[in-house]
């Protein structure tokens, strides 16, 4: 355990764990990790995102590993939604973004380099379905929601579902490494070097940043439902993965150490970047992002000693 600690997980969570001590002493600024992270997210993710799926072969492509993934994260998302709303009094465009932050973990940037590292090139295909299954199907159901929910722009909430869709520049290069994929085209070459020397910067940089502004959150006790939250995203999460995946679909290998990794991950940022944008309270939904990531080291440090 400790060796997969030391050399897969703890070398990614270091950029975090930089980034927080850089943005406690005052080195980097909220406006300054923003800024980063608008760069990775117009620059180097999209040429990640490309990359990785125009390079992956959907040959062994298994429909159940989708639908155990899918299974379990519906099971997380409705069921604290109905705890955040029901339960807990939360109103509901908060309680669906802490819907997402319990569903939505931040596979792209912390748990694809650490499953490369564990399970090699093999890792890709699970992890690329996962990031994909998120954007396209849970990022895009989350906006559409808010939308009917927290209407805040002009115009019907399907078009503006589209819109968002089509100006996202991480779905457009899914999409557009599908086309590459299925159309046969080789990025062998220059545009495959070009690709992969901007994607590289992806990870380290995203993650520096949610370490600024992870630095900033108040260092207090979190709330109850916080707390909550953490459990089924980091505990109960992996705990149906794992369920679905091998007794109830028995997965191989290949499939089921990086999908339990995924599920075992921290919850991703862009719950918080749909707080902003939609005028949604996001204090919540900032700490359930805190404590997972930092409690996140444990779960996949758990899930990789289990599973590689």
Request: glycine share 6%; with cysteine.
């Amino acid at each position: 355990m400790l060796s997969i600690f030391l050399n897969s997980v703890l070398p990614v969570f270091a950029a975090v764990i930089v980034g927080y001590a850089f943005g406690h002493a005052k080195l980097f600024s909220i406006a300054e990790a923003h800024a980063i992270n608008k760069t990775a997210f117009y620059f180097f993710v999209p040429a990640l995102l490309f990359k990785l799926v125009a390079q992956v072969s959907f040959d062994d492509f298994d429909v159940f590993y989708v639908l155990g993934y899918m299974g379990a994260e519906v099971a997380i998302y409705a069921l604290t939604l109905w705890l955040c709303y029901s339960i807990f009094q939360r109103r509901l465009a908060e309680s669906l973004l802490l819907s997402m932050t319990a569903a939505f973990c931040n596979h792209t940037f912390f748990i694809l380099p650490i499953a490369e590292m564990l399970y090699g090139p093999d890792a890709v295909l699970p992890v690329v379905s996962v990031i994909s299954i998120d954007l396209l199907v849970f990022f895009g159901g989350t906006v559409l929601a808010l939308e009917f929910v927290a209407k805040k722009r002009e115009g019907s909430a399907l078009r503006n579902l589209s819109v968002t869709l089509c100006t996202n520049p991480n779905i457009m290069a899914l999409l557009a490494g599908v086309v590459v994929t299925v159309s046969g085209i080789s990025i062998d070459n220059g545009v495959g070097f070009y690709l992969s020397f901007v994607g590289a910067a992806a990870a380290p940089a995203s993650l520096f940043a949610l370490g600024v502004s992870l630095s900033l959150q108040p260092a207090k006790l979190a709330e109850r439902l916080v707390l909550l939250i953490t459990g089924l995203k980091l505990l109960l999460f992996p705990a149906i993965a794992w369920l679905l995946f091998v007794p109830v679909f028995t997965l191989s290998e290949f499939w089921v150490g990086p999908g339990i990794l995924v599920a075992a991950g921290p919850s991703g940022v862009l719950a918080s970047v749909l707080s902003s944008q939609y005028g949604v309270q996001g204090k919540m939904v900032s700490q359930v992002i805190l404590v997972t990531t930092f409690f996140s080291v444990l779960t996949v440090t758990a899930a990789a000693m289990l599973t590689a």
